[in-house]
């Protein structure tokens, strides 16, 4: 499939390091936060989410960070592997039911 | 259970021309949801539709239109084509469209659209 990005930022990583990715979203009234993940000729993928009411969430492997007050968003990857490899999309929503993604983060992991 | 499909994956318009896209969500999820992906860029919302009515439309031109059918699949159509629609259109659903209170969107492969 056609690679989705091809002048992303790009985050490398060691596998079994921990990685971080970063979003700076645009409306300080939105609502809730998504983070999906993207490989090669695929559709988004849901990784993990979380609503302004809370500034932290875990998930298996993965945690969510916001911090609503310099709007901003992470994605915490724990012990990164290979097939951890894509691209990285956060996406926000305010009182409605679309998304806004932010233009993505490509992760590569090297052995 | 299969997840969101889409058909086809692959398609090649000259300017001008028109092009249908179609969409089946998965099994039990009444929202329809269009977005257009740009290489390098994040998906931008077109439409979201909902018991086939409109609940939602993007910044884009009248010649984007789309309609949900009685078994809640889709159908996006663009016309007359221009070499900047040339993009991945990916189609998501959700059981209500109601992702303000937990409801999650699930998206298919998408089609790559080329218009040369």
């Known amino acids: 499939g056609e690679s989705v990005g091809l002048h992303l930022p790009t985050l490398s990583v060691q596998e079994g390091d921990n990685s971080i990715i970063n979003c700076a979203y645009s409306?300080?009234?939105?609502?809730?936060f998504i983070w999906y993940k993207q490989e090669s000729g695929k559709g988004p993928q849901f990784i993990i989410d979380?609503?302004?009411?809370?500034d932290k969430r875990q998930g298996q492997r993965v945690t969510v960070l916001l911090n609503k007050t310099v709007k901003h968003l992470s994605l915490q990857i724990a012990a990164t592997q290979p097939g951890d490899s894509a691209v990285y999309f956060c996406?926000?929503?305010?009182?409605?039911?679309?998304?806004?993604f932010g233009t993505g983060t490509r992760l590569q992991v090297f052995p | 259970d299969a997840g969101v499909t889409q058909s086809p994956t692959h398609l090649i318009k000259t300017r001008g021309q028109q092009v249908t896209l179609r969409c089946s969500p998965i099994?039990?999820?009444?929202?329809v949801s269009w977005y257009q992906q740009v290489l390098g860029q994040g998906p931008q919302f077109i439409f979201q539709?909902?018991?086939?009515?409109?609940?939602g439309r993007g910044n884009f031109p009248d010649r984007f239109s789309a309609r949900q059918f009685p078994n809640y699949s889709s159908e996006l159509n663009v016309n007359a084509l221009l070499l900047g629609d040339s993009a991945l259109y990916l189609c998501?659903?959700?059981?209500?469209?109601?992702?303000?209170?937990?409801?999650?969107?699930?998206f298919g492969s998408g089609t790559q659209l080329s218009v040369l």
């Open positions: 409306n300080s009234a939105s609502d809730y």
């Open positions: 996406a926000e929503s305010f009182n409605t039911d679309k998304l806004i």
């Open positions: 998501a659903s959700s059981l209500e469209g109601l992702l303000r209170v937990g409801e999650k969107l699930f």
């Open positions: 979380i609503r302004s009411n809370m």
């Open positions: 539709y909902y018991e086939k009515e409109e609940r």
């Open positions: 099994s039990g999820h009444k929202s």
